[in-house]
């Protein structure tokens, strides 16, 4: 079974920035795209952002565009996400997984935004 491990969360101000990575037990070449979630306090997980595993093609929710950067690296098994110019809505739990997920999930790592 795979097994996903998010870190890099954290305690930040607003206007802060944060990189987050996530490490995949397999090879996530294989896996096509990947995508990082994230889930607030009472609300549903939602699609922060995703990359294709072939040409690296990116997408981002609109809450995000401009701030937040996905990228991934097929030979270590890792995806990143870097954010910057955080907000206090970008408060959540972060997640990384396929796109569409798996139904395995990672701990997922806490990033609140401090106003």
């Known amino acids: 079974q795979v097994q996903l491990v998010e870190s890099g969360g954290g305690l930040v101000q607003a206007g802060g920035s944060l990189r987050l990575s996530c490490v995949v037990s397999?090879?996530?070449?294989?896996?096509?795209?990947m995508a990082w979630y994230r889930q607030a306090p009472g609300k549903q997980r939602e699609l922060v952002a995703a990359i294709t595993s072939d040409d690296g093609s990116t997408n981002y929710a609109d809450s995000v565009k401009g701030r937040f950067t996905i990228s991934r690296d097929n030979v270590k098994n890792m995806v990143y996400l870097q954010m910057i110019s955080l907000k206090p809505d970008d408060t959540a739990v972060y997640y990384c997984n396929k796109s569409p997920a798996l139904q395995t999930w990672g701990q997922g790592t806490q990033v609140t935004v401090s106003s």
């Open positions: 397999r090879s996530i070449f294989w896996f096509g795209a």
